[in-house]
């Protein structure tokens, strides 16, 4: 089973959403993943990244934030992507076996919902990308996954 792990500095949003996108494109896909979010620093999950997920069908009510010596075994993952540019700067050493990957997306806190949508879909259309390439066998860049961003969470995004 591979083990994918997603970090941001406060795994309250970006982290949160991304490991939900993970998780929901597995299951559509029958991919055998293992899916983990953390921070550099431990907060709560934010109401409205549970929100903007959950009126797209992917429930994180059960998430909570945490850091990265929180998750289990947490050398020991396939994927490393961190998804804001804090926690790419902060991420630690992980063994060269590890695909260490930085896909930034823009923080939607303080904003209304419509840029927490914005950013939810352009967080599923990378997360469709990974999966899709992990499914297949296939080792993901972060040149896979950034055309990836659309605004709708399933293509190119445009212009």
């Keep these: 089973m591979t083990r994918v792990l997603v970090l941001c500095t ?3 949003a970006r982290s ?9 494109h597995a299951a ?11 921070g550099t620093e431990r907060t709560r999950v934010k109401p409205d990244a549970v929100a903007v997920m959950a009126e797209v069908g992917v429930d994180l009510t059960g998430h909570t934030s945490k850091r990265l010596d929180e998750v289990p075994d947490p050398w020991s993952f396939d994927v490393v992507l961190t998804v804001c540019d804090a926690a790419n700067e902060t991420c630690p050493a992980y063994p060269a076996r590890t695909n260490r990957l930085h896909v930034a997306f ?3 806190s303080g904003h209304g919902l419509d840029r927490w949508r914005e950013v939810r ?25 950034r055309p990836a961003r659309g605004s709708d969470g399933s293509g190119p995004a445009a212009g």
């Design 10 to 12: 406060h795994n309250s």
């Design 121 to 145: 879909d352009a967080i599923g259309a990378m997360s469709r990308a990974l999966v899709g390439t992990l499914a297949s066998g296939g080792a993901p860049t972060e040149a896979d996954l």
């Design 16 to 24: 949160q959403m991304a490991e939900g996108w993970i998780r929901h």
């Design 28 to 38: 559509a896909a029958g991919a055998p993943l293992e899916v983990w979010s953390a």
């Design 106 to 108: 823009p923080d939607p």
